[in-house]
């Protein structure tokens, strides 16, 4: 049973930093593209970051030049250091993990971000 597992969530100031992780169960290589979404309270959940297996990355108008999406095959892990904090992004974050298979899409049980003003 395929299992998304993330970390790194908290409370932080505005201007500073978080990095995100989040574990799978199997190998990285069984999903070809690995990413991260985001929903905040009232809102719609939406794409935030995500890189395929050729580590081709997307990134959310947001959160462009401030968001670093990465991932390490080897140990089926995708990393998001979050530099530049706003208020507005705190959200609960998602990884999310599409398989190569069969297109399915796995979640993680989010992990909250919190950046006070």
């Known amino acids: 049973q395929v299992q998304l597992v993330e970390s790194g969530g908290g409370l932080v100031q505005a201007g500073g930093s978080l990095r995100l992780s989040c574990a799978a169960s199997v190998s990285a290589y069984t999903f070809n593209v690995m990413a991260w979404y985001r929903q905040a309270a009232g809102k719609q959940r939406e794409l935030v970051a995500s890189i395929t297996t050729g580590a081709i990355t997307e990134y959310g108008d947001s959160v462009k030049g401030r968001f670093t999406i990465s991932r390490d095959n080897a140990k089926n892990m995708v990393a998001l250091q979050m530099n530049s904090l706003k208020p507005e992004d705190t959200a609960v974050y998602y990884c999310?993990?599409?398989?190569?298979?069969?297109?399915?899409?796995?979640w993680g049980q989010g992990t909250q971000v919190t950046v006070s003003s």
């Open positions: 999310n993990a599409v398989s190569s298979w069969d297109y399915r899409a796995y």
